[in-house]
Nanobody, 125 residues
């Protein structure tokens, strides 16, 4: 079965950095889109960043643009999210997601069928 497992979360002071990783296992086939989502306490889930794995095109929410970088390591079947200059409002449970369906945008109105369990990020001021 396909599994996505996040790691790298933790507690950090404002201005600090963290790198999240999402390991994909259970399939030899490369996904079409991968993404990072987050859900803060009492808030709705929101997309943070996505990547088209075939060409490397990336998309970012305005709130993280310039601070976060999504990337992939195909040899390791791993997705990363480098988070710099973290702010208290970045505190959330971060999820990675994947979609093996071909075609379309990786950002707009896409439903991701495979999800990790989440990793907690807490940023203090």
């Amino acid at each position: 079965q396909v599994q996505l497992v996040e790691s790298g979360g933790g507690s950090v002071q404002a201005g600090g950095s963290l790198r999240l990783a999402c390991a994909v296992s259970g399939t030899p086939y490369k996904s079409y889109c991968m993404a990072w989502f987050r859900q803060a306490s009492g808030k709705e889930r929101e997309a943070v960043a996505t990547i088209y794995t075939g060409g490397g095109s990336t998309y970012y929410a305005d709130s993280v643009k310039g601070r976060f970088t999504i990337s992939q390591d195909n040899a390791k079947n791993t997705l990363y999210l480098q988070m710099n200059n973290l702010k208290p409002e970045d505190s959330a449970l971060y999820y990675c997601a994947a979609d093996w369906r071909y075609g379309g945008s990786c950002w707009a109105s896409r439903e991701f069928g495979y999800w990790g369990q989440g990793t907690q990020v807490t940023v203090s001021s």
